[in-house]
C-alpha cells in the first residue's frame, strides 16, 4: 500500500491535467488564501479595537462558541439556501468560502485581542506621558507587542481552513478534498491516502512562511532572541583577553 501511495504521489500523469495533483493544489492554496485573508480583514480591526478600548468583549466570547457549530452541516445548510439564489459555480464556492471564514475568525481575533489585553498598562501610560495619542499607541505600541499572538492566530487559522477546505468537496467545488471524497467513493484507497498526505505536507509547508514571518517582523525583546549582532558582539568580549594586574614590590 504504502508503495503505491509513494507511485501515486510521484507519478507524472498523477499531476497533469485539470483533475492532477498540482491542479488541485492551487485550488486549495486559493481557497485557503482568499478565506484567511477576509477572516484577517474582520478579526484583526475587531480584535484591536476590542483589547485596545476594553469594549465588546462578548465578540470574543461569541466567535469561540462558533467553533461548536458543525462545520459540515452549516455548509449543507448554506449550499440549499443559496443553491437558488445565485448563479453557477458561485452557489457552491460563496456557502464553502463564509463556512471556512467562520471557523477562521475565532482564532485570530482571539490571538489578537489577546496580544494587546495582555500589555502592562504601565507600558501604556509611559506612551500616553511621552505625549502619544491613543491611535498611536495603538499603531506604534500595542500593535508591535502584540504581534507574537497575532501571528500565532493567524497561523491556526491557516491549519485549521487548509485542513477543513477538504469539505469544500463534498458540495462539488476542488481542492485536495477531491481526492479523499472521490477515492472513497470509487473505493480508490491509495488516492484518498495520497490526498491526505497531501493536506498534511500543505499545512506544514504554509506554516513555516509564518514562522519566517514572526521571526522577522516581532521584536527580539518580545521572544527572548538575542539578536545576531549582539551575540557577535558577546562573542567579542568573551574571547578578548583580560589583561593581568600589574603589580610592583614596596
Do not use: C, K
Not at 455548509?75 to 471557523?103: E, N
Not at 477562521?104 to 506612551?127: K, N
Not at 491557516?158 to 467513493?185: C, H, S
Amino acid at each position: 500500500m504504502i508503495g503505491s501511495i509513494l507511485e501515486w504521489l510521484t507519478s507524472a500523469q498523477a499531476w497533469s491535467g485539470s483533475d492532477g495533483i498540482l491542479a488541485r493544489l492551487l485550488e486549495h492554496i486559493a481557497y485557503t488564501a482568499i478565506v484567511v485573508a477576509i477572516a484577517a480583514l474582520i478579526a484583526v480591526p475587531l480584535g484591536l479595537w476590542i483589547g485596545h478600548s476594553g469594549r465588546g468583549r462578548w465578540f470574543v466570547t461569541t466567535a469561540n462558541a462558533l467553533r461548536a457549530v458543525p462545520t459540515l452541516g452549516l455548509l449543507f445548510a448554506l449550499t440549499l439556501v443559496l443553491l437558488p439564489v445565485l448563479p453557477g459555480d458561485a452557489a457552491f464556492l460563496v456557502p464553502s468560502v463564509a463556512v471556512l471564514v467562520l471557523l477562521a475568525v475565532p482564532p485570530i481575533l482571539s490571538g489578537t485581542y489577546a496580544g494587546v489585553e495582555a500589555i502592562e498598562p504601565a507600558t501604556r501610560d509611559a506612551a500616553r506621558g511621552i505625549g502619544m495619542t491613543g491611535r498611536e499607541v495603538l499603531w506604534q505600541v500595542e500593535l508591535p507587542i502584540a504581534l507574537p499572538l497575532l501571528i500565532s492566530g493567524l497561523r491556526a487559522a491557516v491549519l485549521q481552513v487548509v485542513a477543513t477546505a477538504t469539505i469544500a468537496a463534498y458540495v462539488g467545488l476542488g481542492g485536495l478534498g477531491r481526492f479523499l471524497i472521490d477515492g472513497l467513493a470509487t473505493q480508490d484507497y491509495v488516492s484518498t491516502a495520497g490526498g491526505a498526505i497531501l493536506v498534511a505536507l500543505l499545512a506544514l509547508g504554509l506554516d513555516a512562511p509564518f514562522a519566517l514571518l514572526e521571526r522577522l517582523l516581532v521584536s527580539p525583546g518580545l521572544t527572548g532572541r538575542t539578536p545576531r549582532s549582539q551575540r557577535r558582539d558577546a562573542r567579542t568580549i568573551d574571547s578578548t583577553p583580560t589583561p593581568a594586574p600589574s603589580g610592583g614590590t614596596s
